[in-house]
């Protein structure tokens, strides 16, 4: 996931907790804090449709919320996502799934960068508003397919996955 990043402001790659429970992805802190990825979309015909998984971290606290979108040689829905779950004592993967298009050529696409190419990006931003009084943002993995249900995460993929509402015990 590092090696996919095209551009970052503020969003850094850390390695929370140990063992079992280590947890390693790009971190953002604060409202502004966003980070782009490099999506390989050369293989698909102009205006083809794709998906996109993202997976992050929610928890009970210190998680906040940040806009996704896609930039350049893509396009999708702007989403936002939130990562706080009030209630609970509990940190997580949840995945959630982005439908895009290839943007056609001569539509704000194409472009290089040193890493080579990253026409289409995957755009991350913290947004200033934050049900924990705290704005991180954590993102996990980001995985593509041409079409939604040909990736299996979950408990498919060995994530250990939990109910998103409060939980107490």
């Known amino acids: ?3 996919r990043i095209h551009k970052a402001s503020g969003f850094k ?3 929370e907790g140990v063992d079992a429970k280590m947890k390693p992805g ?3 802190y604060k409202a502004g ?4 990825f490099c999506v390989d979309v050369d293989r698909l015909d102009p205006g083809a449709s794709f998906v996109f998984i993202l997976g992050h971290l929610i928890s009970y606290e210190h998680m906040g919320a940040a806009q996704v979108s896609c930039i350049d040689a ?3 829905e702007s989403q936002e ?3 706080h779950v009030p209630g609970g004592k509990f940190s ?3 995945a959630r799934t982005f439908h895009a298009k290839k943007q056609p050529l001569g539509s704000g696409g194409g472009g290089g960068s040193t890493r080579g190419p990253c026409g289409c990006k995957v755009e991350v931003t913290i947004l200033p508003k934050s049900g924990s009084g705290e704005y991180k943002f954590k993102v996990l993995s980001l995985m593509t397919a041409s079409k939604e249900g040909s990736l299996r995460y979950g408990h498919q993929a060995g994530f250990n996955n939990r109910p ?3 939980r107490f015990s």
Do not use: W
Not at 33 to 36: A, H, L, P, T
């Open 1 to 3: 996931l590092e090696k």
């Open 13 to 15: 790659y850390v390695v």
């Open 26 to 28: 790009i971190v953002g």
């Open 33 to 36: 804090d966003s980070v782009q």
């Open 74 to 76: 893509c396009g999708c």
């Open 81 to 83: 996502v939130d990562a």
């Open 92 to 94: 997580v993967f949840k």
């Open 164 to 166: 998103t509402e409060a």
